[in-house]
């Protein structure tokens, strides 16, 4: 009750006014308690996506919910009908724009004009607030996908609990904005990976958990405490308000989210037998050129090589094909051997000379262990004009001189990027994005190159997922892939994108050498790690940086078994 409503009443016990007056009084004064509510909370969101009401000035009475007035928080609190409409179209929920102080559990009246802000219903300006008692809401259930092809907006501004377990499929927004992407009946796939999953099936699955605040670059981020969050892990009873913004529901959580570790890291990469091992990594911009694609100062080099070595110090793979790798002739690949050697030993690691790296900025390259392979005749590549960054061909014998030969194609196959696709490469809306003509040429002018290679294995970062037109080229002229062969299914994944997991690196043989693979893995470092582990040093907290493999790029490594004797 205002200042002039307690004024009255105290007049009232002094004599000066009837009781009669006093409620004439307080129905003329505007925000006072006994000003009744002009709408119910389901006319103000209405049926549809936007309010009906929008523009005008209404009074609504419901219980506080959600609480995030602070300064670093949303600045306003979520209010919801105690006796709703029970209509399923429309929400009984709807966030206050105040810092008016109140708690959850009050009974408001809120008086304000109803706006669209970024797609939320809400009260903003905020003209009165006035606790009126206190009230109880009890959670809505609900799962997801939602029946009946219902949408999260008959939610909006509600209080919902999610009972099933969901999984985090997506954390790279965590450190800049507290966000995490949760997902139905585990991690999402692409749709174009062959898992059998469509984007609108995705779409249904998908929750936003957000952390009831705005500000970006937060200096405690969310869920990195006792442990840091890997997509995979999962949570469940998660509660909250559900919210809308940047073009996403996303639940602020009133209960504290605990997540259960059920995608543990794997310390060491699976082994995969055989007697001789290679692998392919895409590095992130490997660069000893600072303050281009890669680091952009001393520390952040030093950060990120001790971490790439970890990795393939981990791997402990005899042969590499490494992409992302700066385009400076031999420097920027004899500087990583160097620093690789100086952690395993002098002289274990050597590298190939690329013949003809192409012009861009990046290129692929290729080292060894000397003392278990030996090159077998001179490096080759490709000058066919569809590679922006042509391929590194090298054969190999055991350096024993027993055993069958066999030969590494290192590619990086152009990106889904659409800056400057005309035409054919323009994204044709199949889901397989901008370039794929061209990645489909790439892909047939290796299956031509390697018909004519001793034991070829295709390896590299074809940026094209596993069910997508470039892969079925070079199955179809014969090659074999090896992950879908020898790595299950829900570990088929190398990279995430848009909170979709999906496999860009690959590992495809000739049949003859296909029946030598002992096994092959993925080994999970780094996609599933949040980006505010990496090597750069803006805006990562620095207590998290630790000088280990994970997050050391944003592809996981591959890695391959050959029984060759």
């Known amino acids: ?32 308690c006994s000003t009744p509510a002009t709408h119910q909370i389901a006319q103000v969101q209405g049926s549809g996506d936007a309010t009906p009401v929008n523009g005008q000035t209404v009074r609504v009475e419901g219980v506080v919910t959600g609480d995030f007035q602070a300064a670093d928080q949303l600045k306003g609190f979520f209010i919801q009908d105690a006796t709703p409409d029970r209509d399923p179209r429309t929400s009984d929920g709807l966030f206050v724009y105040s810092t008016q102080d109140v708690k959850v559990g009050d009974r408001v009246l809120a008086t304000g004009k109803v706006i669209e802000f970024n797609g939320l219903t809400e009260l903003s300006p905020v003209t009165a607030v006035d606790v009126c008692g206190t009230g109880r809401v009890k959670p809505a259930g609900a799962r997801l996908p939602l029946s009946g092809g219902a949408s999260l907006e008959s939610y909006e501004g509600v209080l919902v609990r999610f009972q099933q377990k969901l999984t985090a499929t997506e954390t790279y927004r965590l450190g800049q904005y507290g ?15 062959g898992h059998g999953s469509t984007q609108a099936g995705n779409n249904a699955r998908r929750l936003l958990l957000d952390d009831g605040s705005t500000v970006q670059n937060p200096k405690n981020v ?6 840091v969050l890997r997509i995979g892990d999962s ?6 308000v559900l919210s809308y913004g940047f073009n996403a529901y996303r639940l602020q959580p009133t209960q504290a989210v605990r997540f259960a570790r059920t995608n543990p890291r794997p310390a060491k990469p699976e082994n995969v037998g055989g007697d001789v091992k ?21 520390a952040e080099q030093e950060r990120q090589i001790t971490k790439l070595v970890a990795a393939l110090k981990g791997l402990n793979a005899d042969a590499v094909g490494l992409m992302e790798v700066e385009n400076n002739g031999d420097t920027a690949v004899k500087a990583l051997v160097d620093r690789l050697n100086a952690a395993v030993g002098a002289n274990t690691y050597s590298w190939i000379k690329h013949p003809n790296p192409g012009t861009d900025e990046i290129h692929v390259a290729l080292i060894y262990k000397p003392a278990k392979l030996k090159p077998a005749g001179t490096p080759r590549s490709s000058t066919a004009p569809v590679f922006e960054r042509p391929p590194l061909v090298q054969t190999f014998r055991r350096a024993s001189g027993s055993g069958a030969p066999f030969t590494m194609i290192i590619n990086h196959f152009k990106s889904k990027g659409c800056g400057g696709a005309t035409g054919p490469d323009q994204d044709q809306g199949d889901g397989q994005s901008c370039y794929n003509a061209r990645r489909v040429t790439q892909a047939k002018a290796i299956a031509d190159l390697a018909k004519g290679e001793t034991n070829p294995l295709v390896l590299g970062d074809l940026n094209a997922y596993a069910a997508e037109d470039p892969i079925k080229a070079l199955t179809a002229s014969g090659m074999v ?3 879908e062969r020898h790595v299950k299914a829900a570990q088929r994944y190398s990279y995430v994108f848009d909170g979709q997991s999906g496999e860009l690196d690959h590992a495809l043989a000739g049949k003859g050498l296909a029946r030598r693979v002992s096994d092959a893995t993925i080994w999970h470092i780094n996609s599933d790690e949040p980006t505010i582990l990496d090597y750069n040093t803006e805006y990562n907290p620095p207590a998290l940086y630790k000088p280990d493999a994970f997050r050391s790029s944003d592809h996981d490594p591959v890695l391959i078994g050959l029984r060759l004797r």
């Open 1 to 32: 009750m205002r200042r002039t409503a307690a004024a009255l009443t105290t007049a009232l016990a002094a004599g000066l006014v009837t009781t009669a007056g006093l409620h004439a009084a307080q129905a003329a004064e505007p925000g006072t």
């Open 179 to 193: 966000e995490v992407s949760l997902a139905a009946k585990g991690r999402l796939f692409q749709p174009t990976d």
């Open 222 to 227: 969310p869920f990195t405490s006792p442990r």
């Open 235 to 240: 949570t469940s009873n998660l509660t909250g």
């Open 278 to 298: 290679v692998a392919s990594f895409n590095t992130l911009n490997w660069f000893t050129t600072l303050d281009k694609r890669g680091a952009d100062t001393a």
């Open 481 to 483: 892939s090896l992950t």
